[in-house]
């Protein structure tokens, strides 16, 4: 167990939808990334949250938005979904320096109908 | 900005014997983490072993070693005694470089090993 909660662990919906993912970080880590895993993309970093603040932005499209809230947690917005953006998405939490690694939680997988 | 690049997509070894999983890394930063995950079928991403860009030795984790030849830049994760649990994808990851945020990882495609019996 990593530590780091991710919600729903499978959501099923249909196109032009919209669906929120929610992550609970491990206790006392302050950054959460959000990435995608695709069959076809890999392991796509799509943005960062530091104690709130976004910190970094990799490959999100502007149908997708996150926050980080005051308690930590995260949630990933998806709208207007489209049939390519069934993927598994995953929340890490970083231990930070000096090692950084990611602790990533089950991931949430969003099938697109 | 950090590239990493995997060569196997998949692998076939057999049960008890030791198994390497190749990875080279692109950077230009003086000061790098490399890391290595496994993603078994059930879909979760398990951390197994770190390397620091400045660390004397390989690391090791257990029955994971980390086979780290700078000048070559390659971080190649050795596995000893393999199981077939060990039968995942395997991810290698540096830290840094616009594919993983400020402080985040950028994660090479992924090797799928498979441990026969």
């Known amino acids: 167990d990593s530590g780091v909660t991710q919600t729903p662990k499978h959501l099923i919906t249909a196109t032009g939808q919209r669906v929120t993912l929610r992550c609970s970080p491990r206790s006392g880590d302050l950054s959460v990334y959000w990435y995608q895993q695709s069959l076809d993309q890999g392991l796509q970093f799509l943005i960062q949250?530091?104690?709130?603040?976004?910190?970094a932005k990799g490959n999100i499209l502007e149908r997708f938005s996150a926050q980080q809230f005051p308690d930590l947690h995260s949630e990933l917005n998806l709208s207007s979904l489209e049939l390519g953006d069934s993927a598994l998405y995953f929340c890490?939490?970083?231990?930070?320096?000096?090692?950084?690694?990611?602790?990533f939680g089950e991931g949430s997988r969003l099938t697109v109908l | 900005a950090q590239k990493i690049t995997q060569t196997q997509p998949g692998m076939f070894v057999q049960e008890k014997e030791a198994v390497t999983l190749d990875c080279t890394y692109d950077t230009s930063d003086p000061s790098y983490g490399l890391f290595w995950y496994k993603q078994p079928s059930s879909g979760e991403m398990i951390f197994l072993i770190y390397q620091g860009s400045y660390d004397q030795q390989n690391a090791t984790e257990g029955r994971y070693s980390l086979n780290f030849q700078k000048a070559r830049k390659s971080a190649n994760l050795v596995i000893s005694a393999s199981q077939l649990g060990d039968s995942a994808m395997y991810f290698c990851?540096?830290?840094?470089?616009?594919?993983?945020?400020?402080?985040?990882?950028?994660f090479g495609k992924g090797t799928h090993l498979i441990i026969q019996p």
């Open positions: 949250y530091y104690n709130g603040e976004e910190r």
């Open positions: 890490a939490s970083s231990a930070g320096p000096p090692r950084g690694e990611l602790f």
């Open positions: 990851a540096s830290r840094g470089g616009s594919g993983g945020g400020a402080d985040g990882l950028t």
